[in-house]
């Protein structure tokens, strides 16, 4: 798969909530840095954990996929950015989430991604208002 063919089916993955359809974008022995910073290992992990999440936390939510950048870096390897946009319905994540993912892709396949929720650095920094001043604050950073 080309890199727009793996960002095109991840958002429908995760938008028909299917662990083993999102999964199938990896290599089958990928790391998955998920947003709490818990590296998943392989592609089975990668389907179960995806699947637990799209059953319960994020059920009925929808992703928009957005490619910041892509390079090579040889030897058949690809460095990628994404932005994302995920809308939560209910539960107690229900609203909008924004991230960026790094993802290095060879051979039509996700080998590593490393996913992060996007925050306001003024709030992480206990409301400081001169970081406020220089935080970027839209998703087209």
């Known amino acids: 798969m080309t890199t727009e063919e793996i960002i095109t089916e991840l958002e ?6 299917d662990g083993p359809a999102w999964a199938a974008c990896f290599a089958e022995d990928a790391d998955f840095v998920d947003v709490l910073g818990r590296i998943q290992r392989g ?3 990668i389907a179960r954990e995806s699947q637990n999440i799209f059953d319960t ?3 009925g939510s929808r992703l928009e996929i957005r490619q910041v950048s ?3 870096l040889g030897g058949g390897f690809d460095l990628v950015h994404t932005a994302t946009r995920l809308s939560i319905p209910a539960g107690p994540l229900a609203g909008e989430a924004r991230a960026v993912q790094t993802k290095l892709v060879r051979d039509g ?3 590593a991604f490393h996913n992060t ?3 306001d650095i003024a709030e992480f920094a206990d409301h ?3 970081l ?4 970027p604050q839209e998703w087209d950073s």
């Open 132 to 135: 406020a001043a220089r935080s």
């Open 57 to 59: 936390i994020y059920r």
């Open 12 to 17: 429908r993955a995760w938008n028909a909530g």
């Open 70 to 72: 892509s390079r090579p």
């Open 128 to 130: 400081d208002a001169e």
């Open 43 to 45: 592609r089975a992990t």
């Open 117 to 119: 929720i996007r925050g």
């Open 109 to 111: 396949e996700i080998v």
